[in-house]
């Protein structure tokens, strides 16, 4: 049996992850023809098909299954060998790929990474937005070197640096009684309804515990599929939602129809960290990177949020 090349490895583990080979082609830049000869070839110096093709993608056969987790540690140890060689892949000179919480990220990320970037004119972050179950089976694999996600964290492996506290806030309508009061209690909320984002969700979860300590009604045949969905619903009158304090800032202007205000007697909040495997050649730049990044949040969005140096 032949052996297939490192190229042609961490093609099968890009077909594997993108679920066809047009969106791997495009992860990887080059063209489909390209990938699927290279492919062929491998399957053929192995003697068996990695990959049953359909039109809804490609997905791995049984000998594919047993062989792509291998392949990825090969990358893996590979990626290992080469970073602890080369000083300059563990610093600000390389190009790491971070994983962010779809509800964070989009909220987070534009206001601190072009000061990073005038600070690390040579650092560059490949970013994907994922949900934190996909982030931390991502950073086991080692599909993300590292990641920004909210406690709990199952994976007690991973490092976990904190990063920043983000409270959460009562949206409502500017009809609702709650917009003629300046101070906002939770006793204010027994018997209110109240949305939140579809079950399952940590945050969905937070705000149900409120709820249901409060009084508060929880609209479960109305849960919002994003924070965006939620917001609209508010504005239509639709009831009341708890929204992050990142998201307030980034996407609620003074016209925009609502009034959000904290619950004064109540903290409700959600704690972000930084996490990367123990073991990654980079840790010590996670670290630094992590303190650069508490310092830009503390500059630019220390009204917004607190930022935390520990747990």
Partial sequence: MSRPSLKQLEYIVSVARAGSFRGAADELNISQPTLTAQIARAEEALGVALFERNRSGAQLTPAGRLFEPRAREVLEAMDTLVQTV??????????????????????????ILPALREAHGELRLYVREDTPRGL???????????????????NSEFVRAPLLREAILLAAPPDH?????????????????????????????????????????????????????????????M????????YVVSEIRSDSGLIVRALEDESIARLHVVAWRPGSPARSFYQSLTQELRRIIDLRLGHAVEVLEEF
């Fill in 136 to 154: 931390e089976d991502g950073l086991a694999r080692g599909d993300y070197d590292l990641i920004i996600t909210s406690l709990p964290i199952n």
């Fill in 239 to 246: 009831g009341l939602a708890f929204l992050p304090a990142l």
């Fill in 177 to 237: 009684a709650l917009a003629k009061l300046d101070r906002w209690h939770g006793e204010l909320l027994r018997g209110e309804k109240v949305l939140t984002t579809e079950a399952g969700h940590l945050f969905a979860r937070q705000v149900e515990g409120l709820c249901e300590r409060l009084g508060a009604q929880v609209l479960r045949d109305y849960e919002g599929s994003s924070l965006d969905a939620l917001r609209l619903m508010v504005v239509m009158g």
């Fill in 86 to 111: 080369d000083a300059a892949a563990v610093n600000d000179r390389a190009t790491y790929r971070l994983g962010v919480k779809g509800t964070l990220g989009p909220y987070l990320l534009p206001q």
